[in-house]
């Protein structure tokens, strides 16, 4: 990228110099003033693409890391597997989902304990419509992050990448347990608060989905997803008190009707 942008300033600079040495170039000085403006303003406009692109860049790596790095593989099939996975997370976050599920492939086959690499695995081909090829990675994702807790227990990351996997498997109430554990290692992740919140929502618990849900945009007020998700949680507990009140007023009305019958019933005597 610097070798592009170099080239680019270069041609900026060289074109108004061989313009301005040009025989039958006449250039005023007004002229020439404007003339070196219009290049210093290419250059600036060369600048800003590339810290677009920068920019960009930057913010995909992210979202691509944010299963954590779970299994520390020795030696050099653990570094490949390794670069594979990175690869294939490259892959994935462009849509590339074909090319990406060949590269988890790769890393899981020169690394089958590397927990991470079951779950990307599971949802490459969870998004070429494979949900038994996905299901059948995920359990194998769960399978190694459990052996891979039994000496890393505090790893944050590992456990939010597990309840995603319990999440995806639909087994809500794991994932809870798993989220709740990444949160109180780092509490200061909306993105697993937001998580949190909607496997409490898919088990009707909405208090609680309410809750996760407001820290996570007390941590990001900007977490337009999270404010989605508290208002729906905010209509279920609505939902759940009204039919409550629904259910307690037809109780009592029964009550009162079984009351009347027995009050209009003649006595054994007469």
Known sequence: MRGWFDSATGFALDKFATFAASP?????TVDRAVY???SILLICAVW?????IGCKRSGQQSTNNSAGSQHVSNGLEGNQAREHLQKGKELYINDQDSEAVLAFQEAVRLDPGLAEA???LGLGYESLGKREEAEAEYKKAVEAYKKYFEENRDDAEAHYALGQTYANLGQYGEAIREYREATKL???DPDMFYDLGVAY???A???AAASAFSKSLEIDPDYYRAQDGLDEAKEGIKRIRTGRKHNEDLLKKQKEDELKKAGASPSPED
């Not at 039958?24 to 005023?28: E, P, Q, R």
């Not at 800003?48 to 677009?52: E, I, Q, R």
């Open 24 to 28: 039958t170039c006449v250039l005023s």
């Open 36 to 38: 070196r403006m219009r």
């Open 48 to 52: 800003l693409v590339v810290f677009t």
């Open 118 to 120: 079951h779950f990307r």
């Open 186 to 188: 780092k509490n200061d």
């Open 201 to 203: 929502t898919k088990l």
């Open 205 to 207: 618990q909405y208090d």
